[in-house]
């Protein structure tokens, strides 16, 4: 499951930000409930002790004047319960159910939490013991009650505030957190879209962001990284182009280097046929003119091929590795996953270390383009093996470069290591037939193979032995 780096920010951020208001309008909530509560049951119990202790008997119009001051109603009942005075009318059973209140052991206990219906009004209320006093007052019960709409306003007033404090502390929260959470993955999706379009072989710089911070250093190591694989693709580029033409140059000279040679031995077998025509100074001339054509594609041919170069012993491992760390950043870049897996012993072969280093490149690049092209989930695999050894035979090395590449188009699967044969409008058909000469000359195989729904190129090289060095070299040369 996708979680995009907005969602992480803004998520986290908003659950402390939120748990924060949250625990804090809760907490100043509570205590102003609480507050308002306690202040109501203060100014109940201020009411009572007023009634209890007042120098004059409780009249009707006493108590009513203390209900119009304090909101609340009074009734009053004697000994026996049954209603004396009462501020309020009441039915019979709601006096009964009133009278029946439990007695309040004292002022500071007292506080309206038991429960009245009189049709749709419901009354919250109390009831405390009344002395006898004045000879007329005769002892009873007061029971004291409140509209509970009235008795839970205040409270309620006193903590609407506070929920809507917090109310808009978290919505100014969540507008801060959203704001910042677009303001930084904003330029890191540019960043994203901008490295696949690299990827995807679009070189152009992206503008540098004027705010200085991490991601304007992140955009100028991106356009830095942009120009060096520019000057490396251009370099790569050049160095093929110079193989193409050495490669070309060499099969041209050898073509040029026999038809001279065969028109020199026809010119000298004119001469052995016609003596008389041997001394002629055009025959002569060209004669001469062949033979210094031929000199001249000598050395060319001489200068210009690397398998004239001396063999010695190479291990396999270190020049995989290197190979593999050379073309490493550019995965990276794009995204490929780039296993490699080599034995721990060293894996010695007899070869030109610089033309097998060409060839393992030349399967990297190619396992690199082929899984940009259509790959879902690109991953290469380089393995560098052992084989058993076979019965007679010296024992080989196998090397191979796998890739989730869509394979070589059906057209050329055939023919993919002759030359100048590609299934890339921009390849030149040469990479493949110039690593199967290399590997070749060094006595090896290379081959290639879907299995897995992979792309696998295996070369197979024979393993270095001591005291076979001289008839292997021999072979080569």
Partial sequence: MRWPIQVQLLGTMLAVLLAAIGLATGAVAYVSYHHARQVQEENLRRTVRTLLDAAFPLTERVLEQMSGLSGAHFLLLDGSGRVRLSTLELPPAA??????FP??????????????????????????????????????????????????????RAVWPTLLAGGGAALLAAGA???????????????????????NGQREPMPVPRRNDELRDMVVSI???????????????????LRTLDQLGACLAHQLRNAATGARMAIELHQRACPESSQQETLLMALRQLQQMESYLQRFLSDSDRSAEPYAPVDLGPLVEEAVGIVRPACDHAHICLAIQRPETSVMVLAQKELLREVIMNLLWNAIRAVQSGSTAPQIEVKLDLLPPPPGKPRHALLEVRDTGPGPAPLVADRLFEPFVTDRPEGTGLGLFMAQRVVHTHGGLIQWRR???MTCFSVQLPLFQRDTDHGASADRG
């Avoid at 006096?95 to 029946?100: G, I, L, N, R, S």
């Avoid at 957190?177 to 690299?198: E, G, K, N, S």
């Avoid at 830095?224 to 580029?237: D, N």
């Fill in 177 to 199: 957190a959203a704001l910042l959470a677009r303001r930084i993955v904003q330029p890191l999706r540019q960043l994203c879209d901008r490295t696949a379009a690299i990827a």
């Fill in 451 to 453: 299995e897995n729904s």
């Fill in 103 to 156: 007695l309040a052991q004292g002022l500071e206990s007292l506080d309206a939490k038991d429960r009245l219906e009189v049709g749709q009004e419901v009354y919250l209320g109390c009831r405390i013991r009344v002395p006898g006093r004045f000879g007329t007052d005769p002892a009873g019960s007061l029971v004291v009650l409140y509209r509970q709409d009235r008795w839970t306003a205040e409270a309620r």
């Fill in 223 to 241: 356009n830095r990284m942009t120009e060096q694989l520019q000057a490396y693709e251009a370099e790569i580029r050049r160095h093929e182009r």
């Fill in 95 to 100: 006096q009964e159910t009133a009278a029946h």
